[in-house]
């Protein structure tokens, strides 16, 4: 394919080494900020490239699981360091690259480096326990085991954060890694992969494969040679992973779709609720599977709430996420672009009232990008698709109840789980959201979004596979427990 623009090439990364696809074929990536800017170009990769990603990874296994956990953690700290040297550039091309305003990436990137430092950490600490045995004579304990070759599988909408919240445990507990970055966000991904290369990582035991969902996601689902498969995207690709890994017997761990509510209560400081909505439904441009999209709001204050909503939604800039005045970039592609505005039809088509927004924008300067109108509905009700389905864009919808018993039926009325918020003054509504919210993540007078590394995350019902993600959780997944039992 000719190359047109200045526009750097970038390989995959297999046994240590920068190599070109065996394809030859490159695809672009451009910037939703702008179409005909392209960030780079990227390797369309074969089954073939994976196929030696894997043997590579597999290679490397043995010698990197016999490491020591600090030894590994060293390595870890290296990499942390040269992620938060290159910071501004990861940062900046992640905003051109898939549209999240430059703080934001910056803020993404920075949480990269705290999660690499944290999982250094964790080669230092215990992963067993001794278990009295009913034999006097005996020594009964628990150690753990890496599953071998880790598959990473992973979405656009943080190519920074989630590679490495997959990454780092699974290298620290003593696996190597496959990574395939999503097709959207490969110059960022690989410029993560530059920083482990830098860090001298021994050759096979991190390697990324870019190219498509259909052949190198298919190919980690379906190879003999991977043991394990870490996934965050859709809900739809999440369930043929966990299909396909059962099928063959390999260990799977899904992260997947949100429909998440905040419920505002009478006594609620609505101030305080209608920022935390919108930041939490808004920011990265709605595109979060922890981003707020049904604020189910009590009757006494609903009229008061809409208005300061739409009011603030109304003043929010959109525009390049390079620029510093812009609080909302462009969507990721013009895909998600798509698939908001047939949203915002279906809610209208459905009986739902476009308060604001739900448009292109055709403003001079942003028209070769895929740029929306943050939209905002009222009347919105349970049965509807705009309350019921993810949409992963900035759209909120605004549903009245009477009381928080209501409110909390409404806000389970979903087939997902993943997080929910409640913005109240009172300890009863406090209590009844903690215990009744069928949600992984629940969170009181504070946004819907947010997840802190140090903390389980993960979601109910079908947000995922009910594994938990981050912190000491990440254990479960990337390693066996294996009992040892010990007479003399
Ligand atoms: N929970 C979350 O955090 C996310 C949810 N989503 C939801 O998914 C929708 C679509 O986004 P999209 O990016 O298409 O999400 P996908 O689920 O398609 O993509 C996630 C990852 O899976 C890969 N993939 C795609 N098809 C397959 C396959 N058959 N086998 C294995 N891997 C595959 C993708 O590769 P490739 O990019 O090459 O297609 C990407 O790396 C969004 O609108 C949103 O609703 C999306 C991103 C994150
Ligand atoms: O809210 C966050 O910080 C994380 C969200 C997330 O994991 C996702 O959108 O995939």
Redesign the pocket.
Known sequence: MAVTTEAKTYLNYINGEWIASSSEEVTKSISPANKNEVVGYVQKSTKEDLDKAVAAAKAAQASWRKLSGAARGEFLYKVANILEKNLDDIAETMTREMGKTLPEAKGETARGVAILRYYAGEGLRKVGDVIPSTDSEALMFTTRAPLGVVGV??????PVAIPIWKMAPALIYGNTVVL?????TVVTAAKVIECFAEAGLPSGVVNMVS????V???G??DHPDINGIT????????K??GQGALARGAKYQL????KNPVIVTNDADLDLAVEATISGGLRSTG???TATSRVIVQSGVYEEFREKLVAKVKELKIGDGLEGDTWMGPCSSES?LN?VLSYVEKGKEEGAKLLYGGEKVQEAGLENGFYVQPAVFDGVTSEMAIAQE???GPVLALMKVETIEEALQVANDVKFGLSASIFTTNISNMLSFIEDMDAGLVRINAESAGVELQAPFGGMKQSSSHSREQGQAAIEFFTSIKTVFVKG
């Open positions: 599988i992973t979405p656009w909408n943080f395939k970055p999503a097709g959207e190219g498509s969902g259909s190198i996601g298919q980690i689902i996934f965050t995207g859709s809900d739809q690709v999440g043929q992973v992260e997947m779709g949100g595109q979060k599977c998600q698939t993810e949409i992963f």
